[in-house]
Nanobody, 120 residues
Framework: QVQLVESGGGLVQPGESLRLSCAAS????????MGWYRQAPGKERELVAA???????NYADFVKGRFTISRTNAKNTVYLQMTSLKPEDTAVYYC??????????????WGQGTQVTVSS
């Protein structure tokens, strides 16, 4: 079992920055990769960024150059540093953790989400 708790969301103006945090607990030693997804009203949940155990990262095209994902050495906390925020970034941001081997026995865990609102 892995539990994920997001924090750091809030209301900011366009162009400002925000850092989201995701604290993992439970069987954190079994976590493969972690990432951030987001879901805006009326839209499907989409990948924002992901980070593998070795530190390699993957970003959605719409956030490249603006967002940065990182993690602690213990891999129990992941962050999403968001800069140059735009109104279209407004969404609920969810932390994601994957356990096991992709395509074989992978299990996905989700946090409850944290609201990010970008508005003037």
């Amino acid at each position: 079992q892995v539990q994920l708790v997001e924090s750091g969301g809030g209301l900011v103006q366009p162009g400002e920055s925000l850092r989201l945090s995701c604290a993992a607990s439970g069987s954190i030693f079994s976590i493969n990769a972690m990432g951030w997804y987001r879901q805006a009203p009326g839209k499907e949940r989409e990948l924002v960024a992901a980070i593998a155990p070795g530190g390699s990262t993957n970003y959605a095209d719409f956030v490249k150059g603006r967002f940065t994902i990182s993690r602690t050495n213990a891999k129990n906390t992941v962050y999403l540093q968001m800069t140059s925020l735009k109104p279209e970034d407004t969404a609920v941001y969810y932390c994601n953790a994957r356990v096991g081997v992709a395509g074989l026995n992978e299990v996905t865990y989700w946090g409850q989400g944290t609201q990010v609102t970008v508005s003037s």
